[in-house]
């Protein structure tokens, strides 16, 4: 949640900010968040909500030279790969 509101806020400024008030749009405020924590943590679970609330998020893909675990595929949660091909 607090992401939607720094969106939202983003985009208050934004409007704000418009020389021309006749000519407003919406505006799409794009920014890079990162969620971190330890396995388990409820990351995915977060960004899986986001678009209840509006958001829309795209996800990057990170290599990892890990074995993949029950449920993660190829190209859809991590790039596996061997610490060589790294």
Known sequence: MVCGRIMQNASVAALAAS???QKEKAVTVMML???SGHSGA???RLIAALPHY????????LYTSRQARN???????YYFRNTSAI
């Open 71 to 77: 449920g993660e595929s190829h190209g859809k949660d």
């Open 42 to 44: 409820g990351k995915s």
């Open 19 to 21: 020389k021309d008030r």
């Open 33 to 35: 968040v990162r969620f």
């Open 54 to 61: 509006g958001i829309e998020c795209k996800r990057t893909l």
